[in-house]
Nanobody, 126 residues
């Protein structure tokens, strides 16, 4: 079992930055691929970014490429999402997820993830 707790969300203005954190507990963190997803009201939960268990491979949604950076610290059992140049359309609940089967290094499909955090709200005003 893996427990995930996100933090770092908040209300910011367009152009600002935020860094989300996701702290994991339970099984070995370094054996997990990690991802960030987001869900706006009335919409599907969409892929944002993913990082392989080693941190060497990352993947991003086109909408955030060049603005967001995913990283991880296996010693701290934490994955981060640095979000720069935030836009109103980034407003959503952001979720951290863990994939333990490692078939795909950086899964984009939310159904491949085994564990989810409770989410943290990010609101970007124009």
């Amino acid at each position: 079992q893996v427990q995930l707790v996100e933090s770092g969300g908040g209300l910011v203005q367009a152009g600002d930055s935020l860094r989300l954190s996701c702290a994991a507990s339970g099984r070995t963190f370094s054996g997990l691929a990690m991802g960030w997803f987001r869900q706006a009201p009335g919409k599907e939960r969409d892929f944002v970014a993913a990082i392989s268990w080693s941190g060497r491979t990352t993947a991003y949604a086109d909408s955030v490429k060049g603005r967001f950076t995913i990283s991880r610290d296996n010693a701290k059992k934490t994955v981060y999402l640095q979000m720069n140049n935030l836009k109103p359309e980034d407003t959503a609940v952001f979720y951290c997820a863990a994939d333990e089967d490692l078939i795909t290094a950086t899964p984009r499909d939310k159904f491949k993830y085994d564990y989810w955090g409770q989410g943290t709200q990010v609101t970007v005003s124009s």
